[in-house]
């Protein structure tokens, strides 16, 4: 079946740190591929998506590419603020209209200034 | 801009009472979901609406939980009685079918707790 397995939290890193949040999926064809995010009191928001492979998905200074070869889809970002402090979700859509998207477990991420 | 909206945005109740949670979703979206978030189980899919049309609602327990969609701008979650292990935070999230990548939009949520 359908699945998406992200790195256990939480990530704690100091400001202007190098930010990787690993995610691997599980899926048959090719899904659309989402990294939501949570910021304390609030609903989810998509920060990135990406619908294809090789596709690089990018916002705010987060990156994800989407690797078909290795089923991942990895959140990265170059310098973290404190203002980046939430959860980050890792989701797919499976191919074939099923309308639902299949989250992972989230990661908390906590930036120290 | 379009956002979905969620009332109330956090309700304490006592147990046995029953508790009505409602959302507006994006107007012309066409797929509702309600989801529910909690430190010990993350997020789970409750239940899902396409075309006001319930689908999959595999995730929420029947005996106390009900969704409906009276119309294409409101959709209702209902739990009657509410029970102390209800408390968590409830999320509405609504999409397009017709969008090839299934981007959801979530509201605020609805934080419930039950004394």
């Known amino acids: 079946g359908n699945s998406v397995t992200q790195m256990e939290g939480p990530v704690t890193l100091s400001e202007e740190a190098f930010l990787t949040i690993n995610c691997t999926y599980t899926a048959t064809g090719y899904p659309s591929l989402f990294w939501y995010v949570q910021y304390p009191g609030e609903g989810l928001q998509l920060l990135l998506k990406a619908t294809k492979a090789d596709d690089k998905g990018s916002n705010k200074g987060f990156e994800a590419t989407y690797r078909k070869e290795t089923t991942s889809f990895h959140l990265e970002k170059g310098s973290v603020q404190v203002s980046d402090s939430a959860v980050y979700f890792c989701?797919?859509?499976?191919?074939?209209?099923?309308?639902?998207?299949?989250f992972g477990k989230g990661t908390r991420l906590h930036i120290l200034p | 801009d379009a956002r979905v909206t969620q009332t109330p945005r956090d309700k304490v109740t006592e147990m046995g009472q029953e508790v009505t949670m409602r959302c507006q979703p994006i107007l012309g979206h066409n797929t509702v979901f309600w989801y529910r978030q909690t430190m010990k189980q993350g997020l789970e899919l409750l239940a899902y609406?396409?075309?006001?049309?319930?689908?999959?609602d595999s995730g929420m327990p029947k005996d106390r939980f009900s969704a409906e969609m009276p119309d294409a701008t409101l959709a209702t979650l209902k739990i009657q009685p509410s029970e102390p292990r209800d408390s968590a935070v409830y999320f509405c999230?609504?999409?397009?079918?017709?969008?090839?990548?299934?981007?959801?939009?979530f509201g605020p949520g609805t934080r419930l707790t039950v004394l």
């Open positions: 609406f396409r075309n006001r049309a319930p689908l999959d």
């Open positions: 989701a797919l859509s499976p191919p074939g209209g099923d309308d639902k998207i299949i």
């Open positions: 999230a609504s999409g397009s079918s017709s969008l090839a990548d299934n981007e959801q939009f």
